[in-house]
Every structure is written in C-alpha cells, then in structure tokens.
C-alpha cells in the first residue's frame, strides 16, 4: 500500500465544489479518481457519504432515490462509477433542481463527458467537469526518476510497481480488461480482436500525421469504421487526436491531425518495451518522448488549446499552445543535446511567442538561444504551474 500522493488537480476540484451542485471527475479507469475524491472527502470537514456503484448493496441504496437524497439533503454524495447507472442522470437532474445549493454531488466516471452526455439526460448548467490524468511528474518527481516515470507512463498501479516487471504485467492486465470488459461495458459492440489490432496499429504511427485510408486498409476495417474506433479509444481517454494549427502563415500546411497514445506506458506495453534499455532501442523512443510531454503539458494548461504546426516542405513545431492572444510553442527532443531543426526556427519567427522552449532529457536547464530555454520534465513544470 502506498501512502496518498497529492493531485495538483484538488485545488479545482475545492473550486467546483464551491461552485456547482454537482461536480464530475471525469478520466480513464485506475488513473486514481476513486482515491483523490476519498481523500478530499476525509480532509474537507463535511458531512460526507460515498457510494460505489459497482457495489450492489450501495446501489441499493439509491432504489429510493428521493428518500436517500431527502436523508442525505445537508451531505456532500459521492457516487463512484456513475457510468454503470446512466438512468440515474435525470434522476440527479431533477434533484438538483429542486436543491441547487453548491457541493451537493461529486461523481466520478471512467467515460469522458461526451460518453455520459450521450447516454443521460444534460445537466448542462448544473454540472463542474473536471479531467483526471493518471500521475504528473511534477505529483511524483520525489517517488519516481524521471527515466522511470517515462517508461512506466503516470497509472498509478504501473509507476509505482515494485519493479518493472510488476509495472509491465500490470499494464498488458489493464489493455486485457479495458479490450474484454470496459469496452463492452460503455455499450460498444465492437470485437476485442479488432480493437486490440488497431490499437497496436497506432501505437505503431504513433506521433505521426495519421493517414486514414492507410490505417484503415492495415486494419481491414473501413474508413467510417476507423474513425468511430478512434473516436472511442479518444472518449475512453487512451487516444489523443491532436489538430493541426490554423495559424495564417501564407505556408502550406498539414491539415490532417496527429495521433499519440495517452500513455508512455501503455505505448511501450503494446509495444512489448519492458525496460528503459529496451525503450532507447526502438525506434520509437523520440515519438514516445513527445507524447509523454505532450500529455503533460496540456494536462498543465487545461484552459489552453493545443495543436501542431508541420508545413508541406516539413517545417514543423511539434506542440503550440493557445489562449486567447497568448502562444506558446513547444519542440521535443529525446537528446541530452537537443538541436531544433532550421524549420523550427523559420517558424518561430512567424509566430512570435511569448514563450518557446525545447524539451529534452537534459540534467539542468539552460538558456538555449534569446527566447528560447532548454527543459526537463521538473523545470517544465515548475515553469507552467506557478503562471
């Protein structure tokens, strides 16, 4: 047993509560939701009950919905694993109308907001949405090296095995069950097998500018089919589609989008990469580098849009950063001498950033060139919490 790990996310999760009648943490399965909010429960000093509905006798509980909540009409309700119960949703709905005081419900589900949305009445207006990741670095930098962390990837159950061993076992469980159980679970009829062959086929252009009619022959699926499938894995939170910028750069861009595994852990499962020596060899390490920290920094930005910016000739910036008037530009290298390519700085000229930094397995930040800093993955995020 581990000891609990402080979330950077509580400090919104407090906010939501203050602010909403109910709030949702919403994230993949095992990424340490169920643990956060038990925790905030146990430390808020409220008047607390939390239900597992997974859990047949507390799903009891709720056979009266209206005598529970009438009981429970001064606590703050915890219920777990909300997706299994999508019918529930009109019955929260009619609730809250009729008691809007904020922090009433905290729910927790491994479906993303889309999923839940399609599958229960709207509480749009009533409802916090809060995205849980599995760890950040800058959560574990005292229990994880850094090495480690990107190899393992942020599950809490992987990063913290006793071994790496332990950590990958752990992960070829978790693909197991979410193919055989999860999917099936969210009322997806789609047959493991495939599934399974067209994760390992991302996993494989993983990083790269994704070519439909391509992956889709690959996987003897059509294109229409692909794309649902994908649309999954994304709502599921094992797959990131990331878009190309609209920036106005009288260039010719890319305008298909990239895609990356959530992961590094994951990635390297599917990719049977069992240790930090094995990672180094494949041909995917800078790939897995740049999804690594790509997950990291937008989980560290949540109010930004991200995107990608490649041009036809292959100019390209591997993450950008939006809000409002504000850009920020990312390039990821998995060097200890990192060097952006001359596009780089083409487009960086464009552009004009308020901040540009390269980010690298580097031992120390530095200054790499006026307006543009070399990082880590503790520097980074020292950096982009405390703005």
């Avoid at 990719?271 to 997950?295: C, K, R, T, Y």
Wanted: proline share 6%; with cysteine; charged share 25%.
């Amino acid at each position: 047993m581990h000891a609990y790990i402080t979330r950077i996310a509580e400090k919104a999760l407090g906010k939501a509560l203050a602010r909403s009648p109910v709030t949702a943490i919403l994230g993949p399965r095992q990424c340490g939701k169920s643990t956060l909010a038990r925790e905030f429960l146990r430390r808020s000093g409220e008047s607390t009950v939390y239900l597992d509905l997974q859990n047949r006798s507390h799903r009891n509980m709720l056979a009266e919905p209206e005598l529970f909540f009438e009981e429970h009409q001064d606590d703050l309700v915890c219920l777990d694993e909300i997706q299994h119960i999508p019918e529930f949703f009109s019955v929260l709905r009619s609730e809250v109308d009729r008691n809007r005081r904020p922090g009433r419900f905290l729910i927790l589900g491994s479906a993303t907001r889309d999923l839940i949305h399609q599958s229960s009445e709207s509480l749009a207006g009533r409802i916090a949405l809060l995205d849980l990741t599995p760890f950040l670095f800058p959560e574990v930098e005292s229990a994880a090296k850094s090495n480690t962390f990107w190899l393992r990837g942020g599950f809490p159950d992987s990063l913290l095995a006793a071994d790496n061993e332990e950590s990958f076992d752990w992960r070829l469980d978790f693909i197991r069950t979410f193919l055989e159980r999860d999917i099936p679970a969210l009322g997806f009829s789609i047959p493991a097998k495939v599934m399974e062959r067209l994760w390992l086929l991302l996993s494989h252009v993983h990083g790269q500018v994704i070519n439909y009619s391509k992956l889709a022959d690959a996987a003897d699926i059509s294109v229409p089919t692909l794309k649902k499938y994908i649309g999954v894995l994304e709502s599921t939170y094992m797959l990131r589609v990331l878009p190309p910028c609209e920036a106005n750069l009288k260039k010719r861009l890319i305008k298909s989008p990239k895609v990356y595994l959530r992961d590094s852990g994951i990635l390297h499962a599917l990719q049977h990469i069992e240790s930090f020596d094995n990672l180094l060899a494949n041909p995917v390490v800078g790939f897995s580098w740049e999804g690594m920290v790509i997950e990291q920094i937008i989980a560290m930005l949540p109010r930004w849009r991200p995107s990608f910016l490649q041009t036809s000739n292959g100019a390209e910036i591997d993450l950008i950063m939006e809000k409002g008037n504000r850009l920020r530009v990312f390039e990821f290298k998995a060097s200890k001498a990192p060097k952006p390519g001359r596009g780089f700085w083409t487009l960086l000229e464009s552009l004009k950033p308020e901040m540009a930094a390269v980010v690298s397995p580097v031992g120390k930040p530095y200054l790499y060139r006026q307006g543009v800093s070399v990082e880590n993955l503790h520097s980074l995020g020292q950096i982009l919490l405390t703005d």
